[in-house]
Protein backbone atom coordinates (compact mmCIF):
# COMPACT_ATOMS: atom_id res chain seq x y z
CA UNK A 1 0.00 0.00 0.00
CA UNK A 2 2.74 2.28 0.65
CA UNK A 3 4.56 1.74 -2.52
CA UNK A 4 1.39 2.13 -4.15
CA UNK A 5 0.61 5.30 -2.21
CA UNK A 6 3.70 6.61 -3.11
CA UNK A 7 3.96 5.81 -6.58
CA UNK A 8 1.16 7.35 -6.98
CA UNK A 9 2.38 11.09 -5.44
CA UNK A 10 5.47 10.40 -7.29
CA UNK A 11 3.29 10.78 -10.73
CA UNK A 12 1.08 13.47 -9.32
CA UNK A 13 -1.49 11.30 -9.30
CA UNK A 14 -4.17 12.12 -6.53
CA UNK A 15 -6.93 10.05 -6.91
CA UNK A 16 -7.11 6.25 -8.02
CA UNK A 17 -9.78 3.34 -7.73
CA UNK A 18 -8.69 0.40 -5.55
CA UNK A 19 -9.90 -3.38 -6.35
CA UNK A 20 -9.01 -6.82 -6.05
CA UNK A 21 -7.13 -8.58 -8.44
CA UNK A 22 -8.18 -12.12 -9.74
CA UNK A 23 -6.31 -14.81 -7.73
CA UNK A 24 -5.45 -18.02 -9.55
CA UNK A 25 -6.95 -21.03 -7.60
CA UNK A 26 -8.63 -18.78 -4.91
CA UNK A 27 -11.13 -15.94 -4.44
CA UNK A 28 -10.53 -11.96 -4.64
CA UNK A 29 -9.44 -10.06 -1.95
CA UNK A 30 -12.24 -9.32 0.02
CA UNK A 31 -14.48 -6.44 -0.92
CA UNK A 32 -14.10 -5.43 3.23
CA UNK A 33 -10.29 -5.35 2.99
CA UNK A 34 -10.13 -2.96 -0.40
CA UNK A 35 -12.40 -0.38 1.64
CA UNK A 36 -10.11 -0.72 4.69
CA UNK A 37 -7.22 -0.38 2.79
CA UNK A 38 -8.80 2.85 1.10
CA UNK A 39 -9.65 4.72 4.28
CA UNK A 40 -6.01 4.31 5.13
CA UNK A 41 -5.04 6.30 1.90
CA UNK A 42 -5.36 9.43 3.07
CA UNK A 43 -8.31 9.81 0.89
CA UNK A 44 -6.45 8.79 -2.55
CA UNK A 45 -8.48 5.62 -3.10
CA UNK A 46 -11.40 4.84 -3.71
CA UNK A 47 -12.69 1.33 -3.45
CA UNK A 48 -14.37 -0.89 -6.07
CA UNK A 49 -16.42 -3.84 -5.43
CA UNK A 50 -15.73 -7.35 -6.49
CA UNK A 51 -19.16 -9.28 -7.92
CA UNK A 52 -18.62 -13.54 -8.20
CA UNK A 53 -21.90 -14.70 -10.06
CA UNK A 54 -23.90 -16.23 -6.92
CA UNK A 55 -27.40 -14.64 -5.11
CA UNK A 56 -25.22 -14.67 -2.10
CA UNK A 57 -22.20 -13.00 -3.27
CA UNK A 58 -24.09 -10.43 -4.91
CA UNK A 59 -26.38 -9.89 -2.02
CA UNK A 60 -23.16 -9.20 0.16
CA UNK A 61 -22.03 -7.00 -2.31
CA UNK A 62 -24.99 -4.53 -2.81
CA UNK A 63 -25.63 -4.54 1.29
CA UNK A 64 -21.73 -3.74 1.37
CA UNK A 65 -22.10 -0.57 -0.75
CA UNK A 66 -25.38 0.26 0.63
CA UNK A 67 -23.32 0.51 3.93
CA UNK A 68 -20.34 2.18 2.10
CA UNK A 69 -22.35 4.58 -0.43
CA UNK A 70 -20.63 7.66 -0.14
CA UNK A 71 -17.27 5.75 -0.51
CA UNK A 72 -17.70 3.03 -3.09
CA UNK A 73 -17.84 3.90 -6.67
CA UNK A 74 -17.95 1.40 -8.82
CA UNK A 75 -18.15 -2.61 -9.30
CA UNK A 76 -16.31 -5.09 -10.95
CA UNK A 77 -17.45 -8.48 -12.78
CA UNK A 78 -14.09 -10.17 -14.22
CA UNK A 79 -15.76 -11.86 -16.86
CA UNK A 80 -13.56 -14.63 -17.94
CA UNK A 81 -12.10 -15.44 -15.13
CA UNK A 82 -16.23 -16.48 -13.98
CA UNK A 83 -18.34 -19.07 -15.36
CA UNK A 84 -20.96 -16.41 -15.87
CA UNK A 85 -22.05 -14.39 -18.88
CA UNK A 86 -22.62 -10.34 -18.29
CA UNK A 87 -26.58 -11.13 -18.89
CA UNK A 88 -26.56 -14.01 -16.67
CA UNK A 89 -29.90 -13.43 -14.53
CA UNK A 90 -27.77 -13.83 -11.06
CA UNK A 91 -26.70 -9.77 -12.17
CA UNK A 92 -30.12 -8.50 -12.47
CA UNK A 93 -30.33 -6.96 -8.66
CA UNK A 94 -26.92 -5.67 -8.83
CA UNK A 95 -27.68 -4.06 -12.41
CA UNK A 96 -30.98 -2.47 -10.84
CA UNK A 97 -28.63 -0.82 -7.95
CA UNK A 98 -26.55 0.82 -10.64
CA UNK A 99 -28.58 2.27 -12.64
CA UNK A 100 -30.52 3.75 -9.33
CA UNK A 101 -27.17 5.08 -7.50
CA UNK A 102 -25.17 5.75 -11.28
CA UNK A 103 -22.37 3.55 -10.28
CA UNK A 104 -20.47 2.44 -13.14
CA UNK A 105 -20.14 -1.65 -13.76
CA UNK A 106 -16.59 -2.44 -14.85
CA UNK A 107 -16.33 -5.76 -16.54
CA UNK A 108 -13.39 -7.14 -17.50
CA UNK A 109 -12.87 -7.93 -20.92
CA UNK A 110 -10.10 -9.82 -23.38
CA UNK A 111 -7.28 -11.30 -22.59
CA UNK A 112 -7.03 -13.49 -19.32
CA UNK A 113 -3.90 -13.84 -16.94
CA UNK A 114 -4.53 -16.86 -16.61
CA UNK A 115 -4.84 -20.11 -19.39
CA UNK A 116 -7.61 -21.62 -18.12
CA UNK A 117 -9.90 -18.18 -18.66
CA UNK A 118 -13.02 -18.20 -21.32
CA UNK A 119 -12.18 -15.74 -23.73
CA UNK A 120 -15.94 -16.17 -25.07
CA UNK A 121 -17.23 -15.06 -22.23
CA UNK A 122 -14.28 -12.30 -22.08
CA UNK A 123 -14.92 -11.08 -25.59
CA UNK A 124 -15.91 -7.29 -25.63
CA UNK A 125 -18.93 -7.68 -27.91
CA UNK A 126 -20.78 -9.79 -24.94
CA UNK A 127 -21.68 -6.55 -23.44
CA UNK A 128 -23.38 -5.13 -26.59
CA UNK A 129 -26.98 -6.42 -25.82
CA UNK A 130 -26.32 -6.08 -22.28
CA UNK A 131 -25.61 -2.10 -23.07
CA UNK A 132 -29.00 -2.06 -25.18
CA UNK A 133 -31.19 -3.56 -22.90
CA UNK A 134 -29.33 -1.42 -19.68
CA UNK A 135 -29.20 1.94 -21.57
CA UNK A 136 -28.78 3.60 -18.48
CA UNK A 137 -26.38 1.33 -16.40
CA UNK A 138 -22.47 2.37 -17.29
CA UNK A 139 -20.20 0.40 -18.69
CA UNK A 140 -16.53 0.50 -18.60
CA UNK A 141 -14.41 -2.68 -20.44
CA UNK A 142 -11.37 -2.95 -18.83
CA UNK A 143 -8.19 -3.18 -20.77
CA UNK A 144 -9.69 -2.29 -23.58
CA UNK A 145 -10.53 -5.49 -24.54
CA UNK A 146 -6.90 -6.62 -25.59
CA UNK A 147 -6.57 -7.54 -28.00
CA UNK A 148 -9.59 -7.05 -29.64
CA UNK A 149 -9.42 -3.18 -29.87
CA UNK A 150 -11.61 -2.41 -33.09
CA UNK A 151 -14.62 -4.37 -31.53
CA UNK A 152 -14.04 -1.61 -28.24
CA UNK A 153 -14.02 1.23 -30.75
CA UNK A 154 -17.54 0.34 -32.16
CA UNK A 155 -18.61 -0.32 -28.97
CA UNK A 156 -17.44 2.88 -27.65
CA UNK A 157 -18.69 4.60 -30.27
CA UNK A 158 -22.21 3.29 -30.59
CA UNK A 159 -23.29 3.45 -26.92
CA UNK A 160 -23.44 6.34 -24.94
CA UNK A 161 -23.03 4.38 -21.90
CA UNK A 162 -20.54 2.38 -22.66
CA UNK A 163 -16.61 3.38 -21.71
CA UNK A 164 -12.70 1.49 -22.04
CA UNK A 165 -9.47 1.98 -20.18
CA UNK A 166 -5.92 1.29 -20.65
CA UNK A 167 -5.44 -0.86 -18.04
CA UNK A 168 -3.48 -3.43 -17.64
CA UNK A 169 -2.02 -3.70 -21.29
CA UNK A 170 1.91 -4.03 -20.79
CA UNK A 171 3.48 -6.57 -18.69
CA UNK A 172 7.11 -7.22 -18.35
CA UNK A 173 8.56 -8.60 -21.51
CA UNK A 174 11.98 -8.41 -23.68
CA UNK A 175 10.71 -10.05 -26.85
CA UNK A 176 9.16 -7.08 -29.36
CA UNK A 177 8.28 -5.16 -26.22
CA UNK A 178 8.95 -1.85 -27.70
CA UNK A 179 7.53 -2.84 -30.99
CA UNK A 180 4.16 -4.07 -28.85
CA UNK A 181 3.83 -0.83 -26.68
CA UNK A 182 4.09 1.03 -30.52
CA UNK A 183 1.30 -1.36 -31.67
CA UNK A 184 -0.75 -0.50 -28.95
CA UNK A 185 -0.48 3.30 -28.93
CA UNK A 186 -1.66 2.79 -32.91
CA UNK A 187 -4.09 0.88 -31.78
CA UNK A 188 -5.69 2.59 -28.94
CA UNK A 189 -5.20 5.64 -31.17
CA UNK A 190 -7.16 4.47 -33.88
CA UNK A 191 -10.23 3.59 -31.89
CA UNK A 192 -9.86 7.12 -30.69
CA UNK A 193 -10.36 8.28 -34.42
CA UNK A 194 -13.25 5.84 -34.74
CA UNK A 195 -14.93 7.04 -32.31
CA UNK A 196 -14.21 10.77 -32.87
CA UNK A 197 -12.70 11.26 -29.63
CA UNK A 198 -11.04 10.40 -26.35
CA UNK A 199 -13.95 11.31 -24.19
CA UNK A 200 -14.69 7.83 -23.13
CA UNK A 201 -11.30 6.37 -22.92
CA UNK A 202 -9.88 6.20 -19.17
CA UNK A 203 -6.30 5.69 -18.14
CA UNK A 204 -5.49 3.16 -15.78
CA UNK A 205 -2.67 0.80 -15.07
CA UNK A 206 -3.90 -2.54 -12.59
CA UNK A 207 -0.70 -1.77 -10.47
CA UNK A 208 1.54 -3.64 -10.17
CA UNK A 209 0.50 -5.44 -13.37
CA UNK A 210 1.17 -2.23 -15.32
CA UNK A 211 3.19 0.66 -13.46
CA UNK A 212 2.39 4.09 -13.57
CA UNK A 213 5.34 5.17 -15.65
CA UNK A 214 4.56 2.45 -17.85
CA UNK A 215 1.15 3.12 -18.11
CA UNK A 216 1.42 7.41 -18.43
CA UNK A 217 3.99 6.25 -21.46
CA UNK A 218 1.65 4.85 -23.27
CA UNK A 219 -0.40 7.83 -23.32
CA UNK A 220 2.34 10.29 -24.38
CA UNK A 221 2.92 7.94 -27.54
CA UNK A 222 -0.83 8.40 -28.39
CA UNK A 223 -1.06 10.12 -31.83
CA UNK A 224 -3.95 12.60 -30.60
CA UNK A 225 -4.70 15.97 -29.35
CA UNK A 226 -3.39 17.15 -26.06
CA UNK A 227 -6.91 17.70 -25.13
CA UNK A 228 -8.21 14.59 -25.44
CA UNK A 229 -4.91 13.02 -23.77
CA UNK A 230 -6.31 15.46 -20.61
CA UNK A 231 -9.28 13.58 -21.07
CA UNK A 232 -8.01 10.23 -20.48
CA UNK A 233 -5.41 11.02 -18.04
CA UNK A 234 -7.90 12.45 -15.46
CA UNK A 235 -11.05 14.58 -16.75
CA UNK A 236 -12.94 10.94 -18.10
CA UNK A 237 -12.74 9.05 -14.70
CA UNK A 238 -13.28 12.43 -12.62
CA UNK A 239 -16.69 12.46 -14.49
CA UNK A 240 -17.43 8.92 -14.80
CA UNK A 241 -16.64 8.04 -11.27
CA UNK A 242 -17.71 10.89 -9.78
CA UNK A 243 -14.20 11.33 -7.68
Not at 80 to 92: C, L, N, S, T
Request: aromatic share 8%.
Amino acid sequence: MDELLGTMRQHNIVRGLLLSPPLQGSAPLPNGEIISMCAKSDGMLAPVITVEPTAREVKAALELAEKNRKEVKAFKIRLGYVKAPAEDPVFKRLYDYAESEKIPVLFHTGDTAFSTGDLVLSHPLTLDRLANKRQELTVVLCHFGNPWFDDVAELIYKHPNVYADISGLITPSDAYADKFVEWLAKKISEAIYYAGGAQKVIFGTDYPVTTHSVALGLVRKLEVEEGDKEKILWSNAERVFRL
